[in-house]
């Protein structure tokens, strides 16, 4: 198929859609011309492995507080209106939509189509359009990238219209500031205006899915890591940032599915994604050698420096921001499963990072006690550096993803739980922090244990060991696992001080019954009854 017959329908569409001038459209364009435009543009530059540098401008991050849901027949009775599901009456969606294809048919536009979700039964179309080369870039690298053929009468399902420098008017636009991200169920499109940055693509897709999946396909959507042993067991890894999601799914022994989105069906566990989004922080080749080394032609670096005099990436700089972050497609994993579509998980480990030292490295969780703890979607960030802060600081979000889940979390929950127990899966929860005191007092948990606590229960060597139940949380610990000290297992016994341990486990408890009294009116018995003791 000719260019010109390949970019003749898309121009088509624009036009239908509402463009007033196609004449500067570029479609389908490679990693190679997209890097080599947005270098000549000013974009961006190369550093010394040949990846593409951006600086996203004044957002490095998503802005949650400005990230809107048309409400409308479709979503009012049941998106779960909160601080991240933010209601807009559909006239300002409409009004937006039509000054952002003015905005852009004055500018030259780079379109792509792609696809969401591995699993082609479940697979859904996309059409972005973006202003700007490197934008595609990403959406190259992070959707699922269609073969010639299905290029051949594409009509997408969803559209995404991405224009940084378009600024909303928030007096007349119904916005909160000049920067939006809109998403409308009825029109399923998704507008992104007065930002560059390239996350809220992401992430505005996977809110979709995790409406889209669970009410229309029975799908659990799923804010997690995967990978599959050679038998073809899948684990599946839930945590916030900074618990170790990428880390231990990225095992050379196992492939990996993905590294951030999947859906679980009745008999697999698929990848939203075609690619990773992998934050840059403080990478080495030694400590994430597979990050590390996809950071070359094709990937996309965004907000890093150089070290100074020369074209290397400087991973220590928080000079931009902390959040840097690389794009890059799983085909640069050398381990990555294709398609990425793995059997039905017979075991999900939920990780936190408990910084105040409280719970098990290890534990086994009823179905009740998974529910809760998902809902729930703890961690506990150690002290920063900000003044007068001195202790652990727990954080709570919704399965492990709260900012992107527009249902109830409690209806994510319940089709876990229906799931486990379908399945016979495995859950357990594994605390990657402090043991033997808090942070401060007692020591981070060794890597190697963890490692070895997780093997350990991949190959079924937990399967036979004696538990005994958590006072407070309920959890079961093994009392013995492989290559694991045994007094690290039950944390009471790790802390010199056992009075100390049980006011602040009481205290932590205190806590998540706390947070949970959002959720409670929308969860059933089973999941209440699986609450700490307090």
């Known amino acids: ?29 490679d990693p190679t011309t997209l890097t080599e435009q947005s270098v000549k543009r000013g974009d961006g ?32 009775n049941t998106v779960n209106w909160n601080d991240f599901n933010l209601p807009i009456e559909e006239k300002y969606f409409f009004q937006l939509k039509e000054k952002m294809l003015a905005h852009l048919s004055q500018k030259e536009i780079w379109v792509r189509d792609c696809f969401a979700c591995a699993e082609e039964a479940y697979r859904l179309k996309l059409r972005v359009i973006n202003e700007n080369p490197w934008s595609n870039l990403f959406c190259y690298n992070m959707f699922i990238r269609p073969e010639e053929k299905d290029l051949e009468n594409f009509e997408p399902h969803w559209h995404v219209i991405q224009a940084p420098t378009f600024k909303a008017n928030p007096a007349v636009d119904g916005t909160r500031a000049d920067n939006f991200a809109i998403i409308s169920f009825t029109h ?16 505005g897709i996977f809110g979709m899915l995790n409406f889209v999946l669970p009410t229309k396909a029975n799908v659990l959507s799923m804010h997690c890591s995967a990978n599959m042993g050679e038998a073809g067991d899948t684990a599946i890894f839930f945590g916030l940032s900074g618990t170790g999601k990428t880390t231990l799914s990225a095992d050379p022994k196992r492939k990996l599915i ?19 989004y992998a934050k840059c922080i403080d990478l080495s080749a030694e400590k994430e050698p597979e990050i590390y080394n996809a950071i070359r032609p094709g990937a996309l670096v965004e907000n890093v420096t150089f070290i100074e ?26 381990n990555a ?5 793995g059997k039905t998980p017979k075991n999900i480990f939920l990780l936190t990072c408990d910084a105040y030292g409280v719970l098990p490295p290890i534990s086994k969780l009823t179905a009740g006690q998974a529910m809760y703890q998902f809902i729930s979607g703890y961690t506990a960030k150690v002290a920063g550096t900000e003044a007068g802060v001195t202790e652990p600081k727990a954080t709570f979000s919704a399965c492990f993803g709260a900012p992107f889940l527009p249902l109830h979390p409690a209806q994510y929950a319940e089709m876990l739980g229906k799931k486990m127990t379908q399945h016979n899966v495995n859950v357990w929860m594994v605390n990657t922090g402090w043991s033997g005191g808090p942070y401060g007092v007692g020591s981070r948990t060794k890597l190697s244990y963890t490692r070895a606590m997780i093997t350990a229960a991949l190959e079924g060597k937990l399967d036979n060991v004696t538990y005994e139940a958590h006072p407070v949380f309920g959890m079961l610990m093994p009392t013995e696992c492989p290559n694991v000290p045994h007094e690290i297992l039950r944390p009471r016994n790790a802390w010199a001080d056992k009075d100390a341990y049980d006011a602040i486990a009481k205290n ?19 999941i209440l009854a699986a609450a700490p003791k307090v």
Not at 52 to 60: A, R
Not at 312 to 334: C, G, H, M, Q, W
Not at 337 to 341: E, F
């Open 309 to 334: 005099g020369t074209n290397k990436i400087d991973f220590a700089s928080k000079k931009i921001t902390e959040n840097t972050r690389v794009s890059y497609p799983l085909t640069f994993i050398s």
């Open 1 to 29: 198929m000719s260019v010109q017959t390949m970019i003749a329908a898309p121009k088509n569409a624009l036009l239908k859609l509402g463009f007033t001038n196609v004449e500067n459209v570029h479609y389908q364009l």
């Open 337 to 341: 499963l294709h398609p990425s579509i």
């Open 188 to 203: 399923k499109t998704i507008l992104i205006g007065g930002t560059g940055y390239t996350g809220e693509i992401k992430k």
């Open 508 to 526: 932590l408890a205190a806590q998540f019954v706390k947070n949970f009294e959002k959720y409670a009116s929308g969860a059933n018995e089973e």
């Open 258 to 276: 993905g590294d951030d989105e999947h859906g679980w069906t009745d008999n697999s566990v698929f990848n939203f994604e075609g690619g990773c």
């Open 45 to 76: 530059v190369l550093n010394d492995t040949g990846a593409l540098l951006v600086n996203t401008g004044k957002f490095t991050g998503r802005s949650p507080k400005d990230k809107f849901t048309v409400k409308d027949a479709i979503t009012e």
